[in-house]
């Protein structure tokens, strides 16, 4: 199983950007489908954002689409979430996940990093 840890969580001002980082380690990164999730206090973990293992395609859920932008490194064995225009909504705990390459479910987690967006 691959280890995943975040980065780059942080308290922000509504509009502005932070750039979260999820380094892995123990598996062949490449092979892998990696995910963002968000959880928010009472609420249940969502996807955020996915990418696939060579980059070919990503997914977004609808209230992120045009404000935030998933990337991977595979050089780095590092997938990144790039969050420009931030606002309260988006207060959460960020998590990093992978899959391997043809499966469904995500099957190793990072332990999250928060994100605070204040207004």
């Known amino acids: 199983q691959v280890q995943l840890v975040e980065s780059g969580g942080g308290l922000v001002q509504a509009g502005g950007s932070l750039r979260l980082s999820c380094a892995a380690s123990?598996?062949?990164?490449?092979?892998?489908?990696m995910g963002w999730f968000r959880q928010a206090p009472g609420m249940e973990r969502r996807l955020v954002a996915s990418i696939g293992y060579r980059s070919t395609s990503t997914y977004y859920t609808d209230s992120v689409k045009g404000r935030f932008t998933i990337s991977r490194d595979n050089a780095k064995n590092t997938v990144y979430l790039q969050m420009d225009s931030l606002n309260p909504e988006d207060t959460a705990v960020y998590y990093c996940?992978?899959?391997?390459?043809?499966?469904?479910?995500?099957?190793?987690w990072g332990q999250g990093t928060q994100v605070t967006v204040s207004s």
């Open positions: 996940a992978a899959k391997r390459s043809g499966s469904v479910n995500y099957s190793s």
């Open positions: 123990g598996g062949t990164f490449s092979s892998y489908g």
